[in-house]
């Protein structure tokens, strides 16, 4: 592993540990270059997905992206940061198990939209929000008009 600080290709792992309930490793690493101590968490990863965007074009999936924007609607809510790595680690094993390396990102926000509902309201009507591109008021209040149906 190379050192984030000097590039030095030669570090040690002076620590391991499970991560995110065993989905994950976390290293403890040091470089013997500059001294410096970094951490490093590895993944298990059943396949490339690749996400189709809705104009076509074709991008490598990003996890980060995935949690950051889960955050995002989270923000301010009862919501502890374990919680959300649960989700998302749920998220991306339907992603991996479905036994297709293209998936369209419309079938991820689904997803998204679908484990919010259950987890947080709020959070789920503010990803909703930027999901399905509200414009004005009026469409909070027709979404949440169809929330209220379907509750």
């Known amino acids: 592993m190379r050192c984030p600080f000097c590039g030095h290709e030669d570090t ?22 500059c001294g410096q101590r970094f951490t490093t ?12 965007k809705s104009d076509g074009r074709r991008v490598p999936f990003d ?6 924007s889960i955050r995002i609607a989270m923000r301010k809510r009862p919501i502890q940061e374990e919680r959300i790595e649960r989700i998302v680690n749920g998220i991306v094993r339907q992603l991996e198990s479905s036994g297709e390396s293209d998936i369209p ?6 997803l998204v939209m679908e484990t919010l509902k259950e987890v947080d309201p709020v959070a789920y ?10 414009r004005e008021a009026k469409d ?10 379907t509750t």
């Open 140 to 149: 909070f209040g027709t979404f949440l008009g169809s929330l209220g149906e």
């Open 12 to 33: 040690q792992v002076k620590d391991s540990r499970p991560a995110d309930d065993g989905a994950a490793i976390r290293r403890r690493r040091f470089c013997a270059n």
């Open 105 to 110: 990102s419309k079938q991820i926000g689904e």
């Open 63 to 68: 996890r980060e992206k995935l949690a950051r």
């Open 41 to 52: 968490i590895e993944r298990v990863q059943l396949r490339e997905l690749t996400i189709v």
């Open 125 to 134: 009507v503010r990803f909703a929000s930027v999901y399905r591109n509200f």
